[in-house]
């Protein structure tokens, strides 16, 4: 499954989970994925998630990777600061930011069942 389409899924799970709600923020937020041969961004505020050609730089947080660490990250099976750490991911952008994505994508992760 392409990079597009993972984040297509996320934008569509953010808009439903209404618990996260509270913790968008009132101003879009710009997130950018960059790996080899995609570069999708996209806003999201309590306004709405949608995908952005227009963006502010201030408020711009760039992730740049592997198509395998973009998709590990949407898919929920790594966390964002572990693949900072191992060095899969590179983000740029204020600490204030990746903190608020990283806690988006923790609540935001698809459920698994075990069987």
Request: aromatic share 8%.
């Given at each position: 499954?392409?990079?597009?389409?993972?984040?297509?899924?996320?934008?569509?799970?953010?808009?439903?989970?209404?618990?996260?709600?509270?913790?968008?923020?009132?101003?879009?937020?710009?997130?950018?994925?960059?790996?080899?041969?995609?570069?999708?961004?996209?806003?999201?505020?309590?306004?709405?998630?949608?995908?952005?050609?227009?963006?502010?730089?201030?408020?711009?947080?760039?992730?740049?990777?592997?198509e395998e660490a973009i998709q590990a990250l949407l898919t929920g099976e790594l966390k964002l600061q572990q693949q900072m750490r191992l060095k899969?991911?590179?983000?740029?952008?204020?600490?204030?930011?990746?903190?608020?994505?990283?806690?988006?994508?923790?609540?935001?992760?698809?459920?698994?069942?075990?069987?």
């Amino acid at each position: 499954m392409g990079i597009y389409s993972l984040i297509q899924q996320f934008i569509e799970r953010i808009q439903t989970l209404h618990h996260l709600l509270p913790l968008l923020p009132e101003e879009h937020v710009y997130i950018q994925f960059e790996c080899e041969n995609e570069n999708v961004i996209f806003a999201i505020s309590k306004n709405g998630t949608e995908e952005e050609k227009n963006v502010d730089e201030k408020r711009l947080l760039t992730i740049r990777g592997s198509e395998e660490a973009i998709q590990a990250l949407l898919t929920g099976e790594l966390k964002l600061q572990q693949q900072m750490r191992l060095k899969e991911l590179s983000v740029v952008g204020s600490f204030r930011h990746i903190l608020l994505l990283e806690s988006i994508f923790h609540l935001a992760k698809p459920y698994r069942f075990v069987r």
